[in-house]
């Protein structure tokens, strides 16, 4: 990261997010001086209460991270996804826009959806959410992105090895140790996709995890709600549906079971892409390392995130990097556990 990345979000001020909604013009989005932060660090999301309507949620894009082409792709594909019905928060078009420029910074409005966690240990509830990740991908696979990535083992695995060699980060006494775990690990991520062969790629959401979920519990729009489409790119439809699993190989396979029960409603899986879920596993522990490291200079993350970076952070980082060489070389789940 650039000095002068360090602190992308120093002018973004109090004053700066009320301001930037008010820039919006007409009167119509002038916020009444309630504004809560949310639980978000790559961007930075504001609650803000309205002076005529309900309360609205601004994004503040950091910048760098992604082209304007690329949000814009990504809010494209979440309209495109709102227009079938599906349950996604898409940002609100204003003056024909949905990415907005101020003092420097880029942001979008979106409504506010409240909601609770899903309860994934429910059978009913992961067959819900299949169904709607079934018609998700349904319609993700209907075009590619253009500006957005792909997930696949260079920027997910390569680049951000390469980047922690390149800066320092790990320590002297844990180096070789850590590069030789890397190497296997990579080594057996492209095992991995070479025995499941030339499996689709899609849109995804990308970082579909339960905090990216929202639970409605009343009304017509009771369910699950998807936000948050920061991470979508291009890549196996598998990777938006291990994150629902958890516990052991018995435990995750019933578990995808259920999903699978709802997701084979409005589209077809590839049994292919089982040999997939610990590589991308494997995957995203990697990069999830480097995200940290090229966020360290930001002042919110050394508080937000004390652990990293220290020896038993680095230690950890080998162990499980270890344990993830083997459950590669493992047989993949089975649907009829």
């Not at 820039?23 to 309630?34: M, T």
């Not at 919110?300 to 590669?328: G, K, S, V």
């Amino acid at each position: 990261m650039d000095s002068s990345d360090a602190a992308p979000y120093a002018s973004l001020t109090p004053d700066c997010v009320l301001n930037a909604l008010d820039s919006l013009g007409s009167g119509q989005y002038r916020p009444d001086g309630r504004l809560l932060a949310l639980n978000s660090y790559e961007n930075r999301v504001y609650q803000i209460g309205m002076e005529d309507g309900p309360m609205l949620v601004a994004k503040f894009y950091r910048a760098g991270r992604w082209s304007d082409a690329a949000i814009l792709e990504e809010h494209a594909f979440v309209q495109q996804l709102a227009d079938q019905e599906l349950p996604v928060v898409a940002p609100l078009r204003i003056a024909g826009k949905t990415l907005h420029p101020y003092a420097g910074q880029r942001f979008a409005v979106f409504p506010q959806c409240a909601g609770r966690a899903p309860e994934l240990d429910q059978p009913a509830t992961l067959t819900w959410m299949g169904r709607f990740l079934g018609r998700i991908h349904a319609i993700g696979a209907l075009q590619p992105f253009v500006a957005r990535p792909r997930l696949d083992i260079v920027s997910f695995g390569q680049e951000p090895r390469d980047y922690l060699l390149s800066h320092d980060f790990i320590p002297a006494d844990l180096f070789d140790a850590w590069q030789s775990a890397m190497a296997l690990a990579l080594d057996g991520v492209r095992r991995c996709f070479d025995r499941a062969g030339s499996v689709s790629n899609l849109r995804l959401h990308g970082d579909c995890h339960a905090g990216n979920v929202l639970w409605a519990d009343t009304g017509d729009s009771s369910g699950p709600h998807f936000v948050d489409f920061d991470d979508s790119r291009m890549g196996p439809a598998i990777q938006d549906l291990w994150m629902l699993l958890s516990g052991d190989r018995h435990e995750m396979a019933r578990q995808l079971a259920d999903v699978l029960a709802g997701y084979r409603c409005f589209h077809d899986f590839d049994n292919r892409e089982l040999l997939l879920i610990e590589a991308l596993r494997t995957l995203r522990l990697i990069h999830y390392a480097a995200w940290l490291a090229r966020r360290w200079d930001d002042p919110a993350f050394p508080h937000a995130f004390p652990w990293f970076n220290t020896i038993r952070y680095w230690q950890d980082r080998i162990l499980e990097l270890r344990e993830q060489i083997a459950l590669m070389d493992e047989e993949p789940l089975t649907l009829s556990a």
